[in-house]
């Protein structure tokens, strides 16, 4: 008999509530899986803080605060090791308890290979339980960020993975489909009642939730509705259909504020958009130059970046609601550099002389994949970087697609110039660099889709793992980002900036990592 929670159960679990709280929520895009460790990406991500738990995680603020663990030090004995103590008491939605032996099996799934979690990972040598409520971690060598690396770490019950066949991690870009892909079972405030991918999603409280008395709660039942087209899902928040969308359209951003009994709440995201390249491969299948790869050449992509005008995506695309970017880490993070990220100018002119001193003076097409339903005005970014790029020669056929089928072209290396973004649950560059700068590979490197390979980068970049002294450990970083800067491994964009509209009585903050954590969020 598998240990699953039926519907009916999960209803009768809540009838001790005096009135459901419930909140309809809409976003562009859906969770792509239910599988904690199968796709590192934002919205599955945050669909996931709902149900599941990691050890450690970030507030509303951003801030590290205690989860399924409530304390975390160095090991007084070892260096290399990590001890986490754990919260006692708590259960899965199914009832059963949680303890070290759930967080040891989570983490060595999510290093496993079909992990999209396991550059996280990466420096740890082995995960163990020292008794039922403390665990450690060993690293190669000291790691001072593991904690940083966990906030996203999802907890699994061992025994439901095994019991129904979800001890392997969704092989999501393979096109697997799994029982842990549409099925869920942790220890967060919320529990899974439905699941219907891309139409609707319902979750209701979990009443013996650990935390019911720390926070709010207010927020008893949630309905998950992806609408694509933006028109619709403003029409929904403002007919009342929604409560809460997470990406209200910049050109709906005043006539959703003048509407009585909604508000737009901004902050600036922890999350940049930018242009990846195939600069490794022999030839491209994608452009009309044969037996070569123009992006090969670091003069073509530096004048692809100069043809890029930020300033007009801003203002035209963006309504200013983006901040151009020269590098390709928010500036929460780490290893940021103000001068760095304004190193992206417009230079027609000179990105001309530089396609004609690679040979490409009469320039060359391209395909650009991008996705339609995940980033802010994503595609419309595209397609004013069509008409941009152009002026320099190069003609851009423009593919835009559902991130569901965006996003494994880029992990299967089936793109050559590709839109990504980026934010940085750690805040810190060692999370860019071991996913977007190291050689792709068995633990570092899956969203590489420049076919880029360094290895004295990587060498350098694995070494960030266990480097104790701060001060070194940062100039390392800053000379990781000169080579990344000087070999235009990407095309930078922008910074996003959030607009969350809702309703007036929703008092929440706006999460910088566009985490909607709803166990926060009060009702008045």
Same mark, same amino acid.
């Given at each position: 008999?598998?240990?699953?929670?039926?519907?009916?159960a999960v209803l009768l679990a809540t009838t001790s509530f005096a009135s459901a709280e419930t909140l309809n929520w809409a976003r562009?895009?859906?969770?792509?899986?239910?599988?904690?460790?199968?796709?590192?990406?934002?919205? +599955?991500?945050?669909?996931?803080?709902?149900?599941?738990?990691?050890?450690?995680?970030?507030?509303?603020?951003?801030?590290?605060?205690?989860?399924?663990?409530?304390?975390?030090?160095?090991?007084?004995?070892?260096?290399?090791?990590?001890?986490?103590?754990?919260?006692?008491?708590?259960?899965?939605?199914?009832?059963?308890?949680?303890?070290?032996?759930?967080?040891?099996?989570?983490?060595?799934?999510?290093?496993?290979?079909?992990?999209?979690?396991?550059?996280?990972?990466?420096?740890?040598?082995?995960?163990?339980?020292?008794?039922?409520?403390?665990?450690?971690?060993?690293t190669n060598g000291p790691n001072p960020i593991m904690p940083n690396n966990l906030t996203n770490m999802f907890m699994m019950d061992?025994?439901?993975?095994?019991?129904?066949?979800?001890?392997?991690?969704?092989?999501?870009?393979?096109?697997?489909?799994?029982?842990?892909?549409?099925?869920?079972?942790?220890?967060?405030?919320?529990?899974?009642?439905?699941?219907?991918?891309?139409?609707?999603?319902?979750?209701?409280?979990?009443?013996?939730?650990?935390?019911?008395?720390?926070?709010?709660?207010?927020?008893?039942?949630?309905?998950?509705?992806?609408?694509?087209?933006?028109? +619709?899902?403003?029409?929904?928040?403002?007919?009342?259909?929604?409560?809460?969308?997470?990406?209200?359209?910049?050109?709906?951003?005043?006539?959703?504020?003048?509407?009585?009994?909604?508000?737009?709440?901004?902050?600036?995201?922890?999350?940049?958009?930018?242009?990846?390249?195939?600069?490794?491969?022999?030839?491209?299948?994608?452009?009309?130059?044969?037996?070569?790869?123009?992006?090969?050449?670091?003069?073509?992509?530096?004048?692809?970046?100069?043809?890029?005008?930020?300033?007009?995506?801003?203002?035209?695309?963006?309504?200013?609601?983006?901040?151009?970017?020269?590098?390709?880490?928010?500036?929460?993070?780490?290893?940021?550099?103000?001068?760095?990220?304004?190193?992206? +100018?417009?230079?027609?002119?000179?990105?001309?002389?530089?396609?004609?001193?690679?040979?490409?003076?009469?320039?060359?097409?391209?395909?650009?994949?991008?996705?339609?339903?995940?980033?802010?005005?994503?595609?419309?970014?595209?397609?004013?970087?069509?008409?941009?790029?152009?002026?320099?020669?190069?003609?851009?056929?423009?593919?835009?697609?559902?991130?569901?089928?965006?996003?494994?072209?880029?992990?299967?290396?089936?793109?050559?110039?590709?839109?990504?973004?980026?934010?940085?649950?750690?805040?810190?560059?060692?999370?860019?660099?071991?996913?977007?700068?190291?050689?792709?590979?068995?633990?570092?490197?899956?969203?590489?889709?420049?076919?880029?390979?360094?290895?004295?980068?990587?060498?350098?970049?694995?070494?960030?793992?266990?480097? +104790?002294?701060?001060?070194?450990?940062?100039?390392?970083?800053?000379?990781?980002?000169?080579?990344?800067?000087?070999?235009?491994?990407?095309?930078?964009?922008?910074?996003?900036?959030?607009?969350?509209?809702?309703?007036?009585?929703?008092?929440?903050?706006?999460?910088?990592?566009?985490?909607?954590?709803?166990?926060?969020?009060?009702?008045?």
């Amino acid at each position: 008999m598998t240990r699953t929670m039926t519907v009916a159960a999960v209803l009768l679990a809540t009838t001790s509530f005096a009135s459901a709280e419930t909140l309809n929520w809409a976003r562009a895009g859906d969770s792509l899986t239910l599988d904690p460790h199968a796709q590192n990406e934002g919205p +599955t991500s945050a669909l996931a803080h709902q149900i599941m738990e990691p050890l450690v995680m970030r507030d509303m603020t951003g801030a590290i605060v205690p989860a399924l663990a409530t304390e975390w030090n160095p090991s007084e004995e070892n260096p290399n090791v990590w001890v986490f103590k754990l919260r006692e008491g708590v259960s899965f939605h199914d009832g059963a308890e949680f303890d070290s032996e759930d967080v040891v099996f989570s983490l060595n799934r999510a290093m496993t290979d079909d992990s999209d979690y396991k550059e996280l990972l990466a420096s740890v040598k082995e995960v163990r339980a020292a008794d039922k409520y403390t665990v450690e971690i060993e690293t190669n060598g000291p790691n001072p960020i593991m904690p940083n690396n966990l906030t996203n770490m999802f907890m699994m019950d061992k025994g439901w993975a095994e019991a129904n066949n979800a001890v392997k991690v969704q092989d999501y870009e393979g096109g697997e489909d799994t029982f842990a892909a549409k099925n869920a079972n942790g220890t967060g405030p919320y529990v899974l009642v439905s699941r219907e991918p891309d139409v609707k999603t319902v979750l209701t409280i979990n009443e013996n939730y650990w935390g019911k008395d720390e926070f709010p709660m207010d927020v008893t039942e949630i309905v998950y509705t992806p609408i694509q087209n933006a028109a +619709t899902r403003v029409a929904a928040l403002l007919s009342g259909e929604v409560d809460f969308i997470q990406d209200v359209p910049v050109q709906d951003l005043e006539r959703v504020a003048g509407t009585d009994g909604l508000d737009v709440r901004t902050a600036p995201q922890n999350r940049v958009i930018f242009f990846g390249m195939n600069m490794g491969d022999a030839d491209l299948a994608n452009d009309n130059v044969e037996g070569k790869n123009p992006l090969s050449d670091v003069r073509v992509r530096r004048a692809m970046s100069m043809a890029i005008n930020r300033d007009a995506i801003k203002k035209v695309v963006m309504r200013d609601q983006s901040a151009p970017a020269g590098m390709i880490s928010p500036p929460f993070v780490n290893g940021w550099d103000e001068a760095m990220d304004a190193s992206s +100018t417009t230079d027609i002119e000179g990105a001309k002389a530089l396609m004609a001193e690679a040979g490409y003076g009469d320039g060359f097409s391209i395909q650009l994949d991008c996705p339609n339903d995940r980033y802010i005005n994503d595609e419309a970014i595209c397609q004013a970087a069509v008409g941009m790029l152009a002026q320099i020669g190069v003609t851009v056929n423009l593919d835009a697609k559902p991130k569901a089928q965006h996003f494994p072209l880029i992990n299967n290396l089936e793109t050559d110039f590709y839109m990504l973004g980026w934010g940085v649950p750690t805040y810190d560059s060692e999370y860019i660099f071991n996913f977007l700068a190291h050689t792709k590979g068995d633990k570092y490197g899956s969203w590489n889709g420049t076919r880029y390979s360094n290895p004295d980068l990587d060498a350098k970049i694995q070494a960030l793992a266990s480097e +104790t002294d701060l001060e070194k450990r940062n100039a390392d970083i800053a000379s990781i980002w000169q080579v990344v800067q000087e070999e235009q491994l990407y095309i930078p964009i922008h910074h996003q900036v959030l607009n969350w509209g809702m309703k007036s009585n929703i008092d929440t903050i706006v999460a910088p990592d566009d985490t909607a954590k709803f166990k926060y969020f009060k009702l008045n």
